[in-house]
């Protein structure tokens, strides 16, 4: 959940992240698949009267191979399905399923991979907007509220002030060890007492519009500081 409100209008009108649109394909159904193939097989399996063992003996596989493959955990390579196939004399149907279940993971991958460029091209996107209008004064991103100092949004101030440990920590009047322990979340350091907030609060308040709109961008970045 965010920590920080801009009263201003929403960027795009994209859905939020982790929203799922209808027609996409989801995690939960690759997983279903992928179960639903392995029941397939043991169906067969149980059919022809195999064991795990006997099965795994016939198409040169371990055990755990086919016992993975029937609860789904391991859909393996096309030509284990085209040995199973054989084996229990499935006529072609268990690849058959297996080739629709590998089909439905290409899709999601690709899903997956089309999201993640459309995702970076609005960021990339919004990037550029906000550096233009803050080059102008014209700060697009209004009042920034932060709801509670931690030490995530702490250090996005900082480097968006351009500002050192030492030199932030001079400027709320704590100790430098202070500010790095609240960036690295050492459970040593207490939180920002209220005093500290309200002073983060005001640096906040009168910084320009450039610092604002870095700030902002920093926060938006995923894992800025593996």
Same mark, same amino acid.
């Given at each position: 959940m965010t920590n920080v409100r801009v009263t201003r209008p929403a960027v795009d009108g994209r859905y939020p992240s982790g929203l799922r649109l209808p027609g996409l394909i989801s995690q939960q159904q690759v997983a279903e698949a992928r179960r639903d193939l392995g029941r397939r097989l043991a169906a067969w399996r149980s059919e022809r009267g195999l064991t795990q063992m006997q099965?795994?003996?016939?198409?040169c596989y371990s055990r755990s191979s086919v016992a993975n493959?029937?609860?789904?955990r391991d859909a393996s390579v096309r030509r284990f399905w085209q040995d199973a196939d054989r084996a229990v004399d499935a006529r072609g149907a268990l690849l058959a399923?297996? !080739?629709q279940m590998a089909a439905l993971v290409r899709d999601f991958h690709t899903q997956q991979a089309q999201a993640r460029d459309e995702e970076r091209q609005r960021r990339a996107?919004?990037?550029?907007?906000w550096a233009s209008?803050?080059?102008?004064? !014209?700060c697009p991103c209004?009042? =920034? =509220?932060?709801?509670?100092?931690?030490g995530r949004e702490t250090r996005a101030l900082r480097e968006a002030l351009r500002m050192t440990v030492h030199d932030f920590a001079q400027h709320l009047g704590v100790a430098p060890e202070m500010v790095s322990g609240?960036?690295?979340c050492h459970t040593s350091t207490p939180p920002p007492t209220m005093a500290t907030q309200a002073a983060l609060d005001e640096t906040l308040t009168l910084t320009d519009s450039n610092a604002k709109a870095?700030?902002?961008?920093?926060? !938006?970045?995923p894992n800025p500081h593996p």
């Open positions: 099965l795994a003996k016939s198409i493959a029937e609860i789904g399923a297996f !080739d996107g919004r990037t550029a907007t209008q803050a080059a102008t004064g !014209d209004g009042t =920034v =509220v932060v709801g509670r100092w931690t609240w960036e690295h870095r700030f902002l961008l920093i926060l !938006d970045t």
